[in-house]
């Protein structure tokens, strides 16, 4: 599939826009702290980049394209009436921000990780903290995002003026954190960042996932801290899973499992960015999750790519996983994997110990890998109840319809 | 909390759906309650007769109507509900992103007003 010329004019300018934007809202809001008169001050000249640009071509310096007409719409009706309504101080410092931004010779310092770390603090709301750095730093709307949440565009909105007001009157500040607070610090910002991609991953039917925005953040935090490896062994994950994006649903849209995928579709540059990452992310060692679930998709692809059997590999990774971020997911992947090297009993034996667990009750993927385990086993009446039970859980019509087949199958 | 998840659908759509068709719906909202009480947010459920053998009943400024069902003027009919206890609203939603009737009509999902509401 090749992209149509149009449709990657269009795309090369949104992500100039919106690279763009990011770093102006990060420099006009990091001394007041207020987010949503920066975005209030770019929204117009935002707008009219993602509408222009696309026929127009990217104008060779977008951040003074986006100032000056963010200046000349802006800045008049602003000092004149709305501003004196809702206090002005902020807005004026940001208008002043504009101007002083406008006449940086040497460009607009990018600001965006300082920006990020502000909306990962730990005062914001942890379900607030994804949303507010994909519309604060890519620009994206509560309209585009809030089905991914499953929640209205309304309910969206007012989540987000919530944790503005909260960064601004709690003055949290706009900082990267130093060395030694780094290692509390990075961790729930590449956690909001996950958070926007497993969402984007979770298969919604009619909600457009934000893969590629997840992996957007990700590259800008690599960028900004390239000598942090788990920033790389994130966005190295991220790669792996979204170069097999199209090949996990077949023609008519039905689910199609990870091994019987085909490779043909796979977008090899985009493992090979991966490799790459988790290469440099592990010079020292693997020292993170990020690292060693990223360590797991690149055993995942090996063995795809016609690199035999290495189950084993992996069910030693999820080991060492499960030291450093146990979690009852982690021992269901293991037990998958070793239900592959053919150890059932001893998988199903894990996944009972697990059934007791509430995080697992409304979770897809345990019901999924129980089901299949009992029905090699040839546990029949077990494997039907946990097909049924993993069917109730779907969110979209092309999962329900595989398994609904494996069930069937059972049942024939 | 508890939460009404009311079942809409339009049911001229219903009655055309072919009976293989219709079978395979009925399973999916079997497997879906079979989801809801594993997880533990189960508390109710029925399914309700079609609208044309609804009445509409109003007693106002002394005069009392009885009219048939349904509602001339409603592109959907409410269809059945399912009564769920979970912690907030976004929960409510996923799970009503999930019920299969979601797929052929819509499902308002509604907070039940608690009885310490009342009080005071």
């Known amino acids: 599939m090749t992209d149509s010329e149009p449709a990657m004019a269009r795309s090369l300018a949104e992500k100039v826009a919106r690279e763009s934007y990011g770093r102006l809202v990060a420099y006009l809001s990091g001394r007041s702290g207020d987010l949503a008169a920066a975005e209030d001050a770019l929204a117009d000249a935002f707008l009219a980049a993602l509408e222009k640009w696309p026929d127009t071509g990217v104008p060779d310096n977008p951040d003074a394209w986006l100032l000056t007409i963010a200046r000349r719409r802006r800045l008049d009706d602003w000092r004149k009436e709305k501003v004196r309504e809702r206090g002005a101080d902020h807005l004026d410092l940001v208008a002043d921000e504009l101007s002083a931004a406008a006449d940086l010779d040497e460009g607009i310092p990018d600001r965006r990780l300082a920006l990020m770390f502000a909306c990962a603090h730990p005062s914001i709301d942890a379900a607030a903290r994804t949303p507010l750095m994909l519309q604060t730093v890519l620009g994206l709307t509560a309209i585009d995002i809030s089905a991914r949440f499953l929640v209205s565009p309304k309910t969206m909105g007012q989540r987000l003026v919530r944790a503005k007001a909260r960064i601004r009157d709690e003055r949290i500040p706009f900082l990267v954190p130093e060395r030694e607070e780094l290692s509390t610090r990075l961790p729930p910002v590449l956690a909001s960042i996950y958070a926007a ?146 150890h059932r009993d001893a998988a199903l034996a894990d996944i009972d110990a697990l059934s007791g667990d509430a995080r697992m009750a409304d979770y897809l993927p345990y019901w999924a890998a129980r089901a299949q385990i009992c029905a090699d086993l040839g546990k029949r009446t077990e494997a039907v109840d946990a097909f049924t039970v993993a069917i109730g859980l779907c969110w979209s019509e092309g999962e329900r319809r595989y398994l609904e087949e494996q069930r069937s199958r059972i049942l024939s | 909390m508890r939460y009404m998840l009311m079942l809409h659908a339009n049911e001229a759509d219903g009655q055309a759906v072919a009976p293989q068709d219709m079978a395979r719906f009925m399973g999916q909202m079997y497997a879906y309650q079979q989801a809801l009480e594993k997880a533990a947010v189960f508390i109710s459920t029925d399914a309700l007769v079609s609208s044309s053998e609804a009445s509409i009943v109003r007693v106002k400024g002394g005069e009392v109507s009885v009219l048939d069902g349904p509602y001339a003027d409603a592109r959907e009919q409410l269809g059945g509900y399912f009564i769920i206890d979970v912690v907030n609203i976004d929960e409510a939603n996923k799970w009503a992103a999930r019920c299969p009737a979601a797929t052929w009509g819509s499902v308002e999902v509604r907070r039940i007003r608690d009885r310490s509401e009342y009080a005071g």
């Open chain 1, 197 to 342: 991609y497993t969402n984007g991953w979770m298969e919604i039917d009619g909600a457009k996932a934000l893969g590629h925005e997840a992996i957007w953040l990700a590259r800008v935090v690599v960028s900004l801290l390239p000598q942090e490896p788990e920033a790389k062994g994130l966005l190295a994950l991220m790669l792996y899973a979204e170069a097999r994006r199209s090949s996990r649903q077949g023609r008519d849209g039905e689910f199609v499992p990870l091994d019987q995928q085909d490779v043909r579709l796979w977008d090899r540059a985009q493992l090979q960015m991966a490799e790459g990452l988790l290469h440099e992310a592990n010079a020292n060692g693997p020292t993170g999750r990020y690292q060693i679930e990223a360590a797991i998709q690149s055993a995942h692809v090996a063995r795809c790519l016609g690199g035999g059997s290495n189950w084993h590999t992996v069910v030693s990774l999820y080991d060492v996983l499960g030291k450093i971020a146990p979690s009852p997911v982690v021992t269901l992947n293991r037990a998958v994997a070793l239900a592959r090297m053919g």
